[in-house]
């Protein structure tokens, strides 16, 4: 059976606490404070949280909605691609979490939920959050870009992304591990993978000047060997969240199956023209949702707050 590359079913956290998290902005150089906009921050967010809802409902793609509980609270809740992920064969993860104000929103009743509402048979859990009590993490879907086709797991290595942590869920998965270095403007590693790399059924978005240039040409051999087209971004683009998209599966009446790329607004308007192009040949649907907010006080784009659901 042909292995999926893309979900048809994502797990969403509506937020009850949004805000600035001073713990994951020493890591995290995409997260901005905003004194003008953190009082309104978590009723704005909620109100992207919704249109970007709606909008993936409206492509067909099934949404389950989970409501945050307000105690304690949780700036980052929005981002549950960090602590789970649910994959083709039944396996549910669970990883650990570098900000100790992140760990509570590893709820299980969320995981029960979009289980029974999205109809995913847990047939065995990974669990990797003891790896916190010895400051170790992997943080999920950001930690790890995955080729589920051709089973390679790409990791930019980072405080919050660690190397034998990802030889571990490479080997526990059944997929080769291929990590590399990242800096950004300033010099620094960028925080999660999935910041300058998505990977779609038909297109690879890589940012490809933020990998160390030890790593580059590994990577990218890499990448263009999957047979897909590889479109590159620059620091800029990747800077407005242009590399944290994510390519989803519906089904259209017209198409059948069918794919859909989501990106932020930001991302959209950072792209050039050519790029787009190359992006719109690659898919069957762009969809760009406005998520201001979102990406300046949680430092977190659209992909980040999509945990894909893969119902075998």
């Known amino acids: 059976m042909p292995r999926q590359q893309c979900a048809g079913a994502v797990l969403m956290v509506k937020p009850a606490a949004f805000g600035y998290n001073p713990e994951t902005a020493a890591t995290n150089q995409m997260q901005k404070l905003s004194e003008e906009v953190e009082p309104l921050a978590n009723e704005h967010a909620r109100a992207e949280f919704a249109t970007l809802v709606r909008a993936l409902e409206s492509e067909g793609i099934a949404v389950c909605v989970m409501e945050d509980t307000p105690a304690p609270a949780k700036p980052d809740a929005v981002f549950p691609n960090n602590w789970v992920s649910f994959h083709e064969d039944g396996t549910l993860v669970l990883y650990p979490l570098q900000a100790p104000n992140r760990r509570p929103e590893r709820r299980p009743e969320a995981v029960a939920i979009a289980l029974e509402r999205l109809g995913f048979r847990a047939r065995r859990t990974l669990d990797l959050t003891h790896h916190e009590s010895t400051g170790r993490f992997l943080e999920g879907t950001g930690s790890l870009v995955l080729d589920h086709v051709n089973r390679v797991a790409y990791a930019a290595l980072s405080a919050r992304t660690h190397p034998a942590l990802v030889e571990e869920w490479a080997g526990a998965m059944g997929y080769e591990a291929l990590t590399f270095e990242t800096r950004d403007t300033s010099g620094k590693p960028l925080y999660h993978t999935n910041v300058l790399l998505c990977i779609g059924a038909r297109l690879i978005v890589v940012g490809t000047q933020s990998i160390a240039p030890g790593d580059r040409a590994r990577v990218l051999e890499r990448l263009k060997a999957s047979g897909r087209e590889v479109i590159e971004l620059r620091p800029s683009e990747v800077s407005r969240f242009a590399g944290n998209m994510?390519?989803?599966?519906?089904?259209?009446?017209?198409?059948?199956?069918?794919?859909?790329l989501v990106m932020s607004a930001g991302a959209r308007a950072a792209l050039s023209v050519d790029t787009f192009a190359r992006l719109n040949a690659c898919t069957d649907t762009t969809?760009?949702?406005?998520?201001?907010?979102i990406e300046l006080l949680g430092g977190g784009g659209v992909r980040c707050m999509l945990a894909e659901v893969f119902v075998a």
């Open 246 to 260: 994510l390519e989803l599966a519906t089904w259209d009446e017209a198409l059948g199956d069918s794919h859909v």
């Open 287 to 293: 969809l760009a949702v406005p998520l201001p907010t």
